[in-house]
Protein backbone atom coordinates (compact mmCIF):
# COMPACT_ATOMS: atom_id res chain seq x y z
CA UNK A 1 0.00 0.00 0.00
CA UNK A 2 1.12 3.33 -0.55
CA UNK A 3 -0.36 6.36 1.64
CA UNK A 4 -0.31 9.69 -0.67
CA UNK A 5 -1.80 13.09 2.01
CA UNK A 6 -2.38 16.54 0.68
CA UNK A 7 -2.69 19.08 4.23
CA UNK A 8 -2.87 23.01 3.47
CA UNK A 9 -1.28 23.58 6.38
CA UNK A 10 -1.96 27.73 6.64
CA UNK A 11 1.81 27.87 8.07
CA UNK A 12 4.20 24.94 8.44
CA UNK A 13 6.05 26.62 11.42
CA UNK A 14 3.03 27.36 13.13
CA UNK A 15 1.80 23.26 12.83
CA UNK A 16 5.41 22.11 13.85
CA UNK A 17 4.96 23.79 16.80
CA UNK A 18 1.21 22.99 17.59
CA UNK A 19 2.61 19.40 17.69
CA UNK A 20 5.94 19.62 19.19
CA UNK A 21 8.54 18.63 16.37
CA UNK A 22 8.53 18.16 12.41
CA UNK A 23 8.67 13.86 13.19
CA UNK A 24 5.59 14.19 15.32
CA UNK A 25 3.59 15.96 12.72
CA UNK A 26 4.46 14.11 9.55
CA UNK A 27 4.25 11.17 12.12
CA UNK A 28 0.67 12.28 12.88
CA UNK A 29 -0.02 11.89 9.42
CA UNK A 30 1.28 8.65 8.80
CA UNK A 31 1.76 8.71 5.52
CA UNK A 32 4.44 7.35 2.94
CA UNK A 33 4.03 11.03 0.83
CA UNK A 34 2.85 13.95 2.13
CA UNK A 35 2.30 17.07 0.52
CA UNK A 36 1.93 19.93 2.57
CA UNK A 37 0.53 23.73 0.85
CA UNK A 38 0.95 27.34 2.08
CA UNK A 39 3.93 26.85 3.92
CA UNK A 40 4.68 30.34 4.17
CA UNK A 41 8.16 29.67 4.38
CA UNK A 42 11.28 31.80 2.19
CA UNK A 43 14.53 30.39 1.15
CA UNK A 44 15.78 32.88 4.21
CA UNK A 45 13.12 30.93 6.97
CA UNK A 46 14.52 27.54 5.99
CA UNK A 47 16.15 25.31 8.16
CA UNK A 48 16.84 22.14 9.41
CA UNK A 49 13.59 22.08 12.01
CA UNK A 50 10.98 22.87 9.35
CA UNK A 51 12.46 20.87 6.56
CA UNK A 52 14.83 18.07 7.71
CA UNK A 53 12.92 14.77 9.75
CA UNK A 54 14.59 11.56 10.41
CA UNK A 55 13.07 8.96 8.03
CA UNK A 56 11.81 11.77 5.25
CA UNK A 57 12.82 13.09 2.27
CA UNK A 58 11.63 16.85 1.66
CA UNK A 59 10.90 18.84 -1.67
CA UNK A 60 10.58 22.26 -0.98
CA UNK A 61 9.74 25.27 -3.28
CA UNK A 62 9.56 28.99 -1.50
CA UNK A 63 7.98 32.28 -3.41
CA UNK A 64 10.32 34.67 -4.87
CA UNK A 65 8.42 37.43 -5.59
CA UNK A 66 7.05 38.47 -2.04
CA UNK A 67 6.96 42.54 -2.21
CA UNK A 68 6.01 43.63 1.47
CA UNK A 69 4.20 40.45 1.94
CA UNK A 70 6.39 38.79 3.57
CA UNK A 71 6.44 34.68 3.32
CA UNK A 72 3.17 33.47 1.68
CA UNK A 73 2.12 30.24 -0.27
CA UNK A 74 5.13 27.82 -0.41
CA UNK A 75 4.33 24.15 -0.79
CA UNK A 76 6.94 21.10 0.69
CA UNK A 77 6.85 17.41 -0.32
CA UNK A 78 7.91 14.93 2.34
CA UNK A 79 8.44 11.03 1.41
CA UNK A 80 9.04 8.54 4.18
CA UNK A 81 11.41 5.99 3.23
CA UNK A 82 13.94 4.02 5.00
CA UNK A 83 17.48 4.59 2.89
CA UNK A 84 17.82 7.73 0.94
CA UNK A 85 20.02 5.68 -1.14
CA UNK A 86 19.67 2.40 -3.46
CA UNK A 87 16.52 1.86 -2.49
CA UNK A 88 13.64 0.99 -4.55
CA UNK A 89 10.87 2.56 -2.19
CA UNK A 90 8.06 3.70 -4.62
CA UNK A 91 7.54 6.30 -1.50
CA UNK A 92 11.45 7.84 -3.48
CA UNK A 93 11.24 10.17 -6.15
CA UNK A 94 13.96 9.62 -9.09
CA UNK A 95 13.60 13.27 -10.33
CA UNK A 96 11.68 16.28 -8.99
CA UNK A 97 11.21 19.88 -10.24
CA UNK A 98 10.55 22.83 -8.71
CA UNK A 99 7.90 24.99 -10.86
CA UNK A 100 6.03 23.27 -13.75
CA UNK A 101 6.74 25.95 -16.85
CA UNK A 102 10.51 24.03 -17.38
CA UNK A 103 11.99 27.58 -17.51
CA UNK A 104 12.95 27.93 -13.95
CA UNK A 105 17.15 27.19 -13.00
CA UNK A 106 16.62 27.73 -9.30
CA UNK A 107 18.69 24.90 -8.74
CA UNK A 108 21.77 23.54 -11.07
CA UNK A 109 20.50 19.80 -10.36
CA UNK A 110 16.76 20.59 -10.84
CA UNK A 111 15.50 17.92 -13.20
CA UNK A 112 13.10 19.03 -15.68
CA UNK A 113 10.57 15.57 -15.52
CA UNK A 114 9.56 14.64 -19.06
CA UNK A 115 11.96 16.92 -20.49
CA UNK A 116 9.34 19.86 -20.75
CA UNK A 117 9.83 23.50 -22.00
CA UNK A 118 7.36 26.15 -23.37
CA UNK A 119 8.72 28.12 -25.94
CA UNK A 120 7.51 31.73 -25.81
CA UNK A 121 6.36 34.12 -27.10
CA UNK A 122 3.36 31.76 -27.27
CA UNK A 123 -0.69 32.94 -27.92
CA UNK A 124 -3.02 31.77 -25.28
CA UNK A 125 -7.38 32.12 -26.02
CA UNK A 126 -8.20 34.72 -22.88
CA UNK A 127 -4.51 35.76 -22.44
CA UNK A 128 -3.02 36.91 -25.18
CA UNK A 129 0.85 37.08 -26.07
CA UNK A 130 2.40 35.23 -23.54
CA UNK A 131 6.56 35.90 -22.74
CA UNK A 132 8.52 34.10 -20.61
CA UNK A 133 8.60 36.91 -18.26
CA UNK A 134 4.86 35.87 -17.69
CA UNK A 135 5.62 31.97 -16.91
CA UNK A 136 8.60 33.39 -14.96
CA UNK A 137 6.14 34.78 -12.78
CA UNK A 138 4.37 31.94 -12.32
CA UNK A 139 6.61 29.66 -10.94
CA UNK A 140 8.51 32.17 -8.71
CA UNK A 141 5.36 32.35 -6.33
CA UNK A 142 6.65 28.80 -4.90
CA UNK A 143 2.87 27.30 -6.16
CA UNK A 144 4.66 23.72 -7.22
CA UNK A 145 6.75 21.13 -6.63
CA UNK A 146 6.66 17.90 -8.97
CA UNK A 147 8.07 14.73 -8.21
CA UNK A 148 8.35 11.73 -10.00
CA UNK A 149 7.85 8.46 -8.50
CA UNK A 150 8.34 6.22 -11.67
CA UNK A 151 4.78 4.28 -11.63
CA UNK A 152 3.21 7.79 -11.58
CA UNK A 153 4.10 11.52 -11.61
CA UNK A 154 3.08 13.56 -8.63
CA UNK A 155 1.89 17.38 -8.76
CA UNK A 156 1.94 19.17 -4.96
CA UNK A 157 -0.09 22.29 -5.97
CA UNK A 158 -0.92 24.84 -4.27
CA UNK A 159 -3.49 27.76 -6.74
CA UNK A 160 -4.17 31.26 -5.97
CA UNK A 161 -7.10 32.57 -4.20
CA UNK A 162 -8.10 35.65 -6.23
CA UNK A 163 -11.01 38.41 -6.09
CA UNK A 164 -13.37 38.77 -8.75
CA UNK A 165 -12.25 42.74 -9.33
CA UNK A 166 -8.51 41.77 -9.39
CA UNK A 167 -8.05 41.51 -12.95
CA UNK A 168 -4.31 41.42 -12.90
CA UNK A 169 -4.43 38.48 -10.15
CA UNK A 170 -7.59 36.72 -12.41
CA UNK A 171 -5.55 36.50 -15.52
CA UNK A 172 -2.39 35.42 -13.14
CA UNK A 173 -4.65 32.72 -11.85
CA UNK A 174 -5.93 31.61 -15.24
CA UNK A 175 -2.59 31.54 -17.03
CA UNK A 176 -1.54 29.11 -14.31
CA UNK A 177 -3.91 26.95 -15.01
CA UNK A 178 -3.88 27.30 -18.42
CA UNK A 179 0.11 26.27 -18.38
CA UNK A 180 -0.51 23.65 -15.62
CA UNK A 181 -2.84 22.67 -18.08
CA UNK A 182 -0.20 21.95 -21.12
CA UNK A 183 2.24 20.42 -18.83
CA UNK A 184 -0.34 17.65 -18.13
CA UNK A 185 -1.12 16.68 -21.23
CA UNK A 186 2.62 16.33 -22.33
CA UNK A 187 3.14 14.23 -19.52
CA UNK A 188 0.20 12.34 -20.36
CA UNK A 189 0.95 11.97 -24.11
CA UNK A 190 4.10 10.44 -23.03
CA UNK A 191 2.15 7.90 -21.37
CA UNK A 192 2.75 8.88 -17.79
CA UNK A 193 0.65 8.58 -15.31
CA UNK A 194 -0.19 11.95 -13.37
CA UNK A 195 -0.95 12.59 -10.27
CA UNK A 196 -2.68 15.58 -8.73
CA UNK A 197 -3.11 16.89 -4.82
CA UNK A 198 -3.64 20.02 -3.23
CA UNK A 199 -5.36 22.92 -2.45
CA UNK A 200 -6.31 24.15 -5.62
CA UNK A 201 -8.65 27.20 -4.31
CA UNK A 202 -11.43 26.33 -6.47
CA UNK A 203 -15.03 24.63 -5.58
CA UNK A 204 -15.92 22.56 -8.62
CA UNK A 205 -19.70 22.14 -7.89
CA UNK A 206 -22.84 23.12 -5.98
CA UNK A 207 -22.26 20.14 -4.29
CA UNK A 208 -18.94 21.20 -2.87
CA UNK A 209 -20.11 24.28 -1.37
CA UNK A 210 -22.42 24.69 1.78
CA UNK A 211 -24.04 27.70 0.62
CA UNK A 212 -24.17 27.50 -2.95
CA UNK A 213 -25.52 30.60 -4.70
CA UNK A 214 -27.38 30.32 -8.00
CA UNK A 215 -25.42 29.84 -10.96
CA UNK A 216 -22.32 28.95 -8.55
CA UNK A 217 -21.11 26.37 -11.10
CA UNK A 218 -20.81 28.89 -13.89
CA UNK A 219 -17.63 30.62 -12.77
CA UNK A 220 -14.60 30.16 -15.22
CA UNK A 221 -12.46 28.56 -12.68
CA UNK A 222 -15.30 26.06 -11.86
CA UNK A 223 -16.13 25.40 -15.49
CA UNK A 224 -12.48 24.49 -16.18
CA UNK A 225 -11.86 22.34 -13.57
CA UNK A 226 -15.22 19.96 -14.27
CA UNK A 227 -13.47 20.25 -18.31
CA UNK A 228 -10.50 18.40 -16.72
CA UNK A 229 -12.66 15.78 -15.27
CA UNK A 230 -14.00 12.17 -16.78
CA UNK A 231 -17.67 13.14 -16.80
CA UNK A 232 -16.86 16.06 -18.62
CA UNK A 233 -14.70 14.53 -21.04
CA UNK A 234 -11.61 15.31 -19.50
CA UNK A 235 -8.62 12.75 -18.70
CA UNK A 236 -8.49 13.22 -14.35
CA UNK A 237 -11.03 11.20 -11.93
CA UNK A 238 -11.76 13.46 -9.08
CA UNK A 239 -10.50 10.32 -6.50
CA UNK A 240 -12.82 11.27 -3.43
CA UNK A 241 -16.10 12.23 -5.35
CA UNK A 242 -15.43 9.07 -7.35
CA UNK A 243 -15.54 7.24 -4.50
CA UNK A 244 -18.28 9.42 -2.47
CA UNK A 245 -20.51 10.64 -5.38
CA UNK A 246 -23.05 11.55 -3.57
CA UNK A 247 -22.00 12.94 0.01
CA UNK A 248 -22.58 15.96 0.76
CA UNK A 249 -21.41 18.12 3.42
CA UNK A 250 -17.97 17.07 2.63
CA UNK A 251 -16.06 19.88 3.46
CA UNK A 252 -12.21 20.55 3.78
CA UNK A 253 -11.93 24.07 4.24
CA UNK A 254 -13.40 26.83 6.87
CA UNK A 255 -13.38 30.25 7.64
CA UNK A 256 -11.42 30.25 10.67
CA UNK A 257 -12.73 33.84 11.53
CA UNK A 258 -16.93 32.70 12.33
CA UNK A 259 -16.28 29.20 13.46
CA UNK A 260 -16.86 27.77 10.79
CA UNK A 261 -15.81 23.93 11.56
CA UNK A 262 -18.39 23.51 14.83
CA UNK A 263 -21.15 23.70 12.23
CA UNK A 264 -18.98 21.94 9.36
CA UNK A 265 -19.72 25.40 6.98
CA UNK A 266 -17.42 25.14 4.19
CA UNK A 267 -15.85 24.41 0.96
CA UNK A 268 -14.04 21.20 -0.68
CA UNK A 269 -11.00 22.97 -2.43
CA UNK A 270 -8.47 19.90 -1.58
CA UNK A 271 -8.74 17.57 -4.50
CA UNK A 272 -6.57 14.28 -5.01
CA UNK A 273 -6.98 14.03 -9.30
CA UNK A 274 -5.18 10.99 -11.02
CA UNK A 275 -5.32 9.62 -14.82
CA UNK A 276 -3.08 7.47 -16.46
CA UNK A 277 -3.49 3.91 -17.62
CA UNK A 278 -3.37 1.13 -14.59
CA UNK A 279 -0.09 -1.11 -13.87
CA UNK A 280 -1.48 -4.66 -15.58
CA UNK A 281 -0.76 -3.49 -19.11
CA UNK A 282 -4.52 -4.14 -20.07
CA UNK A 283 -5.60 -2.87 -23.88
CA UNK A 284 -8.70 -1.51 -22.29
CA UNK A 285 -7.94 1.66 -20.50
CA UNK A 286 -11.63 2.17 -19.78
CA UNK A 287 -11.77 -0.21 -17.35
CA UNK A 288 -8.05 -0.94 -16.30
CA UNK A 289 -7.39 2.95 -15.40
CA UNK A 290 -5.39 3.65 -12.66
CA UNK A 291 -8.04 5.07 -10.60
CA UNK A 292 -10.16 1.70 -11.41
CA UNK A 293 -7.54 -0.80 -10.49
CA UNK A 294 -5.00 0.91 -7.57
CA UNK A 295 -6.94 3.14 -5.99
CA UNK A 296 -8.25 1.37 -2.63
CA UNK A 297 -9.82 4.26 -0.67
CA UNK A 298 -9.71 8.07 -1.10
CA UNK A 299 -10.80 10.51 2.47
CA UNK A 300 -11.15 13.35 4.28
CA UNK A 301 -9.34 13.31 7.41
CA UNK A 302 -11.96 14.66 9.36
CA UNK A 303 -10.18 14.09 12.89
CA UNK A 304 -7.67 16.87 11.75
CA UNK A 305 -10.85 19.16 12.27
CA UNK A 306 -9.98 22.37 15.01
CA UNK A 307 -12.54 22.30 17.43
CA UNK A 308 -12.99 18.64 17.86
CA UNK A 309 -12.71 18.39 21.41
CA UNK A 310 -15.39 17.76 23.72
CA UNK A 311 -14.53 20.70 26.09
CA UNK A 312 -14.92 23.40 23.46
CA UNK A 313 -18.77 24.80 23.69
CA UNK A 314 -20.35 25.50 20.39
CA UNK A 315 -20.21 28.68 18.74
CA UNK A 316 -22.30 31.54 20.22
CA UNK A 317 -20.64 34.48 18.40
CA UNK A 318 -17.34 34.51 20.84
CA UNK A 319 -14.58 31.98 21.84
CA UNK A 320 -12.51 32.11 24.94
CA UNK A 321 -9.54 30.17 24.01
CA UNK A 322 -8.20 30.08 20.07
CA UNK A 323 -8.81 26.81 18.16
CA UNK A 324 -5.23 25.46 17.33
CA UNK A 325 -4.59 24.09 14.00
CA UNK A 326 -4.83 24.73 10.37
CA UNK A 327 -8.20 25.88 8.44
CA UNK A 328 -8.14 23.67 6.23
CA UNK A 329 -8.66 19.28 6.76
CA UNK A 330 -5.81 17.19 5.16
CA UNK A 331 -7.31 14.47 2.51
CA UNK A 332 -5.62 11.42 1.77
CA UNK A 333 -5.53 8.61 -0.86
CA UNK A 334 -4.78 4.87 -0.68
CA UNK A 335 -3.23 2.72 -3.70
CA UNK A 336 -2.61 -0.50 -3.70
CA UNK A 337 -0.49 -3.31 -5.55
CA UNK A 338 2.19 -0.46 -6.42
CA UNK A 339 5.44 -2.81 -7.39
CA UNK A 340 9.06 -1.33 -6.05
CA UNK A 341 10.69 0.81 -8.49
CA UNK A 342 14.56 -0.31 -9.49
CA UNK A 343 17.27 1.28 -7.27
CA UNK A 344 17.80 4.42 -7.00
CA UNK A 345 19.03 7.42 -4.90
CA UNK A 346 17.77 10.88 -4.04
CA UNK A 347 17.08 13.43 -6.38
CA UNK A 348 20.09 15.95 -6.18
CA UNK A 349 17.01 18.77 -5.85
CA UNK A 350 16.17 17.29 -2.31
CA UNK A 351 16.19 19.59 0.38
CA UNK A 352 19.36 17.92 2.35
CA UNK A 353 21.12 19.40 -0.24
CA UNK A 354 19.88 23.35 -0.25
CA UNK A 355 22.94 25.59 1.05
CA UNK A 356 20.09 27.03 3.79
CA UNK A 357 20.83 23.15 5.16
CA UNK A 358 23.77 21.95 4.43
CA UNK A 359 25.69 24.32 4.26
CA UNK A 360 27.56 26.08 0.96
CA UNK A 361 30.58 25.06 0.20
CA UNK A 362 33.59 27.13 -0.61
CA UNK A 363 34.91 27.18 -4.20
CA UNK A 364 38.63 26.31 -4.58
CA UNK A 365 39.18 29.35 -6.41
CA UNK A 366 38.84 30.89 -2.55
CA UNK A 367 42.12 28.74 -2.06
CA UNK A 368 44.05 31.05 -4.48
CA UNK A 369 43.19 34.47 -4.15
CA UNK A 370 45.58 37.42 -3.37
CA UNK A 371 47.02 36.90 0.23
CA UNK A 372 46.13 40.16 2.17
CA UNK A 373 49.66 42.70 2.10
CA UNK A 374 50.91 45.66 3.99
CA UNK A 375 52.80 47.94 2.91
CA UNK A 376 56.16 50.31 4.86
CA UNK A 377 55.61 53.89 2.71
CA UNK A 378 57.76 56.56 3.47
CA UNK A 379 56.87 57.92 7.21
CA UNK A 380 57.59 54.22 8.07
CA UNK A 381 54.63 53.29 8.96
CA UNK A 382 52.61 50.30 8.55
CA UNK A 383 49.28 50.41 6.17
CA UNK A 384 47.04 47.85 4.84
CA UNK A 385 46.39 48.27 1.31
CA UNK A 386 42.58 49.24 0.56
CA UNK A 387 41.84 46.45 -1.44
CA UNK A 388 43.22 43.86 0.71
CA UNK A 389 41.46 45.45 3.74
CA UNK A 390 37.99 45.57 1.99
CA UNK A 391 38.44 41.74 1.34
CA UNK A 392 39.91 40.05 4.12
CA UNK A 393 37.54 38.69 6.52
CA UNK A 394 37.53 35.17 9.19
CA UNK A 395 36.14 32.47 7.15
CA UNK A 396 35.30 30.28 10.26
CA UNK A 397 32.94 33.50 11.74
CA UNK A 398 34.85 33.65 14.67
CA UNK A 399 35.92 37.21 16.34
CA UNK A 400 39.04 36.03 17.51
CA UNK A 401 41.58 34.81 15.13
CA UNK A 402 45.52 35.31 14.60
CA UNK A 403 45.95 36.06 10.56
CA UNK A 404 49.50 35.39 10.54
CA UNK A 405 53.13 36.84 11.36
CA UNK A 406 55.40 37.80 9.48
CA UNK A 407 59.06 38.48 9.70
CA UNK A 408 60.56 41.36 8.69
CA UNK A 409 64.19 40.26 8.62
CA UNK A 410 64.37 42.00 5.21
CA UNK A 411 63.36 45.24 5.68
CA UNK A 412 63.56 45.80 9.73
CA UNK A 413 64.99 42.79 10.82
CA UNK A 414 62.35 42.22 13.43
CA UNK A 415 59.03 40.63 13.85
CA UNK A 416 55.64 41.91 13.61
CA UNK A 417 53.03 41.21 16.53
CA UNK A 418 50.06 39.30 15.96
CA UNK A 419 47.25 41.35 14.47
CA UNK A 420 44.19 40.05 15.75
CA UNK A 421 40.86 39.98 12.60
CA UNK A 422 37.81 41.30 14.64
CA UNK A 423 34.50 39.95 13.44
CA UNK A 424 33.54 42.36 10.82
CA UNK A 425 34.28 45.66 11.54
CA UNK A 426 37.52 45.98 9.62
CA UNK A 427 38.09 49.36 9.47
CA UNK A 428 38.06 49.10 13.28
CA UNK A 429 40.68 46.20 13.07
CA UNK A 430 42.59 48.65 10.96
CA UNK A 431 42.74 51.48 12.62
CA UNK A 432 42.96 49.76 16.32
CA UNK A 433 45.30 47.14 15.54
CA UNK A 434 47.74 49.48 13.95
CA UNK A 435 47.49 52.51 15.64
CA UNK A 436 51.04 53.24 17.33
CA UNK A 437 53.31 50.91 15.07
CA UNK A 438 55.52 52.75 13.21
CA UNK A 439 58.78 52.58 12.67
CA UNK A 440 61.85 55.04 12.02
CA UNK A 441 63.48 54.66 8.41
CA UNK A 442 67.33 54.07 9.52
CA UNK A 443 69.08 55.64 6.67
CA UNK A 444 72.66 55.12 7.92
CA UNK A 445 72.20 51.80 9.85
CA UNK A 446 75.26 49.68 10.51
CA UNK A 447 73.77 46.89 8.24
CA UNK A 448 73.72 49.41 5.15
CA UNK A 449 70.14 48.97 4.71
CA UNK A 450 69.04 51.93 3.06
CA UNK A 451 65.28 52.77 1.69
CA UNK A 452 64.12 54.53 -1.10
CA UNK A 453 62.11 57.49 -0.19
CA UNK A 454 59.25 56.37 -2.57
CA UNK A 455 59.08 52.79 -2.99
CA UNK A 456 56.82 50.52 -0.83
CA UNK A 457 57.75 47.46 0.31
CA UNK A 458 55.02 44.99 0.18
CA UNK A 459 54.76 41.75 2.42
CA UNK A 460 51.89 38.89 2.14
CA UNK A 461 50.60 38.38 5.39
CA UNK A 462 49.42 34.59 4.32
CA UNK A 463 53.08 33.60 3.09
CA UNK A 464 55.15 30.53 4.58
CA UNK A 465 57.90 32.20 7.30
CA UNK A 466 61.21 32.24 6.52
CA UNK A 467 64.10 29.44 7.34
CA UNK A 468 66.01 32.88 9.64
CA UNK A 469 62.73 33.22 11.93
CA UNK A 470 63.21 29.84 13.66
CA UNK A 471 66.90 30.89 14.95
CA UNK A 472 65.80 34.07 16.65
CA UNK A 473 65.41 34.00 20.63
CA UNK A 474 61.97 33.36 22.42
CA UNK A 475 61.28 35.93 24.66
CA UNK A 476 57.67 36.55 25.45
CA UNK A 477 56.39 38.35 28.96
CA UNK A 478 53.54 37.10 30.72
CA UNK A 479 51.69 40.33 32.16
CA UNK A 480 49.30 40.31 34.93
CA UNK A 481 46.26 42.85 34.76
CA UNK A 482 45.06 44.02 38.56
CA UNK A 483 41.38 44.42 37.49
CA UNK A 484 41.46 40.94 35.71
CA UNK A 485 43.05 37.28 36.19
CA UNK A 486 43.89 37.17 32.67
CA UNK A 487 47.55 36.00 31.72
CA UNK A 488 48.40 36.84 28.22
CA UNK A 489 51.81 36.45 26.02
CA UNK A 490 52.74 39.33 24.31
CA UNK A 491 54.83 39.64 21.10
CA UNK A 492 58.14 41.58 21.74
CA UNK A 493 60.18 42.70 18.57
CA UNK A 494 63.65 42.13 18.30
CA UNK A 495 66.23 43.55 16.06
CA UNK A 496 68.32 41.18 15.02
CA UNK A 497 72.21 41.93 14.00
CA UNK A 498 71.80 45.78 14.32
CA UNK A 499 70.96 48.24 16.72
CA UNK A 500 67.72 48.54 17.71
CA UNK A 501 65.95 52.16 17.48
CA UNK A 502 67.36 53.89 20.67
CA UNK A 503 64.56 56.53 22.44
CA UNK A 504 63.79 59.21 20.56
CA UNK A 505 61.16 61.63 21.29
CA UNK A 506 59.53 61.34 17.89
CA UNK A 507 58.36 57.68 18.41
CA UNK A 508 55.24 57.14 20.20
CA UNK A 509 55.86 56.63 23.93
CA UNK A 510 54.67 53.12 23.52
CA UNK A 511 57.41 51.80 20.73
CA UNK A 512 60.46 53.53 22.70
CA UNK A 513 62.60 50.21 23.79
CA UNK A 514 65.17 50.23 25.28
CA UNK A 515 68.27 47.98 24.49
CA UNK A 516 70.29 45.23 26.57
CA UNK A 517 73.26 43.33 25.34
CA UNK A 518 73.39 39.57 26.07
CA UNK A 519 76.19 37.26 25.56
CA UNK A 520 75.18 33.22 24.59
CA UNK A 521 77.52 30.19 24.58
CA UNK A 522 79.70 31.61 21.58
CA UNK A 523 79.73 35.01 22.99
CA UNK A 524 78.14 36.20 20.30
CA UNK A 525 76.46 39.47 21.85
CA UNK A 526 72.16 40.40 20.45
CA UNK A 527 70.88 43.83 20.34
CA UNK A 528 66.99 43.47 21.25
CA UNK A 529 64.39 45.75 21.94
CA UNK A 530 61.10 45.27 23.90
CA UNK A 531 57.61 46.97 23.99
CA UNK A 532 57.40 48.92 26.54
CA UNK A 533 55.37 48.21 29.96
CA UNK A 534 52.48 50.69 28.35
CA UNK A 535 52.59 49.13 25.43
CA UNK A 536 52.06 45.24 27.36
CA UNK A 537 49.47 46.47 29.26
CA UNK A 538 47.46 48.13 26.23
CA UNK A 539 47.80 44.76 24.64
CA UNK A 540 46.53 42.86 27.77
CA UNK A 541 43.66 45.06 27.85
CA UNK A 542 43.14 44.86 24.25
CA UNK A 543 42.84 41.31 24.92
CA UNK A 544 40.65 41.48 27.80
CA UNK A 545 38.07 43.68 25.84
CA UNK A 546 38.08 41.20 23.02
CA UNK A 547 36.87 38.37 25.37
CA UNK A 548 34.38 40.61 27.40
CA UNK A 549 32.75 41.61 24.07
CA UNK A 550 32.92 37.76 23.28
CA UNK A 551 31.44 37.39 26.43
CA UNK A 552 28.47 39.95 25.59
CA UNK A 553 27.97 38.77 22.16
CA UNK A 554 25.55 35.93 22.57
CA UNK A 555 25.09 33.77 19.59
CA UNK A 556 21.17 33.10 17.87
CA UNK A 557 19.34 29.55 18.38
CA UNK A 558 19.74 28.39 14.36
CA UNK A 559 15.89 27.35 14.91
CA UNK A 560 14.21 29.68 16.83
CA UNK A 561 16.37 32.71 16.28
CA UNK A 562 16.42 33.34 19.62
CA UNK A 563 19.58 34.08 21.56
CA UNK A 564 21.57 31.34 22.67
CA UNK A 565 22.02 30.53 26.99
CA UNK A 566 25.68 29.49 27.86
CA UNK A 567 26.04 26.51 30.36
CA UNK A 568 29.20 24.76 31.24
CA UNK A 569 30.78 21.36 30.76
CA UNK A 570 30.04 20.02 34.76
CA UNK A 571 32.36 16.68 34.49
CA UNK A 572 34.66 15.02 32.38
CA UNK A 573 37.75 16.26 30.28
CA UNK A 574 36.35 19.16 28.91
CA UNK A 575 34.97 20.24 32.53
CA UNK A 576 34.41 24.46 33.29
CA UNK A 577 34.47 24.48 29.32
CA UNK A 578 31.84 27.26 27.90
CA UNK A 579 29.11 26.14 25.64
CA UNK A 580 25.85 27.61 24.06
CA UNK A 581 22.12 25.76 23.78
CA UNK A 582 18.41 26.65 22.63
CA UNK A 583 16.71 29.00 25.42
CA UNK A 584 13.63 26.58 24.73
CA UNK A 585 13.37 23.91 27.03
CA UNK A 586 13.11 20.31 25.02
CA UNK A 587 9.97 18.91 24.95
CA UNK A 588 9.59 15.35 26.28
Not at 198 to 208: M, Q, T, V, Y
Not at 310 to 334: A, C, F, M, Q, T
Not at 375 to 401: H, I, M
Request: some cysteine.
Amino acid sequence: MVKIVTYNVNGLRPRVAQHGSLRRLLDALDADIICFQETKLSRQDLSADVIMAEGYEAFVSCNRSAKGRGAYSGVATFCRVTSAFSSQEVALPVAAEEGFTGLQDYAKNSEIVGDFVIATPVEEEGLGEITREDLLKVDNEGRCIITDHGHFVLFNIYGPAVEADDKERVRFKLLFYKILQKRWEHLLALGKRVFVVGDLNIAPASIDRCDAPPGFEKQMFREWLRSMLREHGGPFFDAFRSKHPERAGAYTCFNQKIGAEEYNYGSRIDHILISGACLHHCDSAEDHSIFCCHVEECEIMNHFKRGNSENLSKWKGGRSIKLEGSDHIPVYILLKEIPELPVHNVPPSAARYLPEVRGRQQSIVSFFNKGKTYELQDAGRLVLSEDTVNDSYCSDGLENKTIAKVGLADAKGGNLPSLICKGGDLDQWRNEGLSGISYNRQKNSPSGTKGAPNKKIKRNLSSQPTIKSFFQPPRSETVNVSTSTLVTPVETIYCMNQPCVPNDDSLPESMQCTTSGTKDQDNTNVSSCSLSTDKCNAAALEWQRIQQKMKMTLPRCKGHREPCIPRSVKKGPNIGRLFYVCPRAQRT
